[in-house]
Nanobody
Framework: QVQLVESGGGSVQAGGSLRLSCAASGLTFSRYSMGWFRQPPGLEREFVAAISWRGAATDYADSVKGRFTISRDNAKNTVYLQMNSLKPEDTAVYYC????????????????WGQGTQVTVSS
């Protein structure tokens, strides 16, 4: 049974930084692409970033490009999202997700999801 557990969320002022982690179990982690998504209050879940199974390829939403960095440590079965220069519009519940194969941006392409971690950015 695949389990994804996010951590590292919290409250921060605009311009600050947070690092999210997602620990995976129940899967051969190094064979899965990993993604980060977020769901702002009252809105649909949206793509943030994704990384291929060996970390050679990454993809970012335009809204976070240059501010967020996705990375992974296959020895620790963990994927990270470093978020810098945070803005109030980054406020959302952040989810990690896993899928075998290539990185994709659609939520329906991901098999497994974590429970999410809240990120709140105040102005």
């Amino acid at each position: 049974q695949v389990q994804l557990v996010e951590s590292g969320g919290g409250s921060v002022q605009a311009g600050g930084s947070l690092r999210l982690s997602c620990a995976a179990s129940g899967l051969t982690f190094s064979r899965y692409s990993m993604g980060w998504f977020r769901q702002p209050p009252g809105l649909e879940r949206e793509f943030v970033a994704a990384i291929s199974w060996r970390g050679a390829a990454t993809d970012y939403a335009d809204s976070v490009k240059g501010r967020f960095t996705i990375s992974r440590d296959n020895a620790k079965n963990t994927v990270y999202l470093q978020m810098n220069s945070l803005k109030p519009e980054d406020t959302a519940v952040y989810y990690c997700a896993a899928r075998p194969g290539w990185t994709l941006r659609r939520t329906q392409d991901y098999d497994s999801w974590g429970q999410g971690t809240q990120v709140t950015v105040s102005s």
